[in-house]
């Protein structure tokens, strides 16, 4: 059995694979009467458009999204919406190496041994062109919950860090590394150029903020709020890692020093610290949800790796085309896209279960 469906309530499937025609997502479970667009969704689509700078790959792709089912007179219906953005710059010849060895870090030998086979152009499936269906999907989730805000970016580049005290909101767009910090943005530069100029690559660790979640939201145990943004974010091309609130962090704290103390606020407790991330049981305390995911370096580099045939014979690969000098960069809108949907797929579990 194989899974292309996320979600409860609020469900998607992506299709489509990297080289192939065309990519898209079908939503199912969307409520009914919600205004949505092709225009509305675009925006979102050509955040993570690739070729927009020199730091992403340069694979020239519109990604036009259209909308083919599930919208009468600009809203929503209540049936499944279809959405289908074309592939219109595949190079599948740049691949004919990869057709006969295997990539260290990529799916290729972990997809020949689940299905005898594989499509080696670009990674097929296995490709992050699959992500331009989840931003897409994310749009319309976000029309769900239009009183949410999300908000990523990235907070860590190779190792190196952003300066907290330096965070600038308004910096996040004004800049291709989607970086807060300006300082940050102008090191990364020398740092993503140097990697791509060597025909390496980079990791990278995104943060993302939602604001306006109210309490309540999530369940115990097995529908945790928290597990849902971390299968989320989990399913993503090239995460290896996710934290909630203060994460890995919060082992090295003491009891007192982890607590969210709470003191009377107007509508409800004020918190005096939000080391859940917004989190606690499982559902949300009507703090800010934070969510930060650690991104590998791209596996396909010019840098030649040892590897096996597919007859099991050493030999070395070198990926040729065009990739990421650094994955993460376009992964903020993905992250962004994933919180969208399992926010708005909460946010329908909690109506249908509690009737608010």
Known sequence: MSYNTFGRVFRFTTWGESHGPALGAVIDGCPPGLDLSEEWIQPFLDKRRPGQSRFTTQRREPDQVRILSGTFEGRTTGTPIALHIDNVDQRSKDYGEVAKAYRPGHADYAYDAKYG????????????????????????????????????????????????????ADQIDANPFFCPDPAA???????????????????????????????????????????????????????????????????????????????????????LANHAGGIAGGISTGQPIRLRVAFKPTSSILTPVETVTRAGEATEIATRGRHDPCVGIRGVPVVEAMMALVLADQMLLHRAQTGR
């Open 185 to 271: 943005a102008a090191r990364w530069e020398t740092l993503v150029d140097a990697a791509r100029k060597a025909g390496s690559s980079l990791g990278a660790v995104i943060a993302c903020e939602a604001t306006g979640v109210p309490a309540g939201w999530g369940a115990p145990l097995y529908a945790k709020l928290d597990s849902e943004l971390a299968a989320a974010a989990m399913s993503i091309n090239a995460v290896k890692g996710v934290e909630i609130g203060d994460g890995f962090a919060a082992a090295a704290l003491s009891g007192e020093q982890n607590a969210d103390a709470m003191r009377p606020g107007e509508n409800g407790p004020r918190f």
């Open 117 to 168: 086979f594989r499509d080696y152009r670009g990674g097929g499936r296995s490709s992050a062109r699959e992500t331009a269906a989840r931003v897409a999907a994310g749009a319309v989730a976000r029309a769900v919950i239009p009183h949410v805000r999300i908000r990523g970016w990235v907070e860590a580049i190779g190792g190196d860090a952003i300066d907290p005290a330096s965070f600038d």
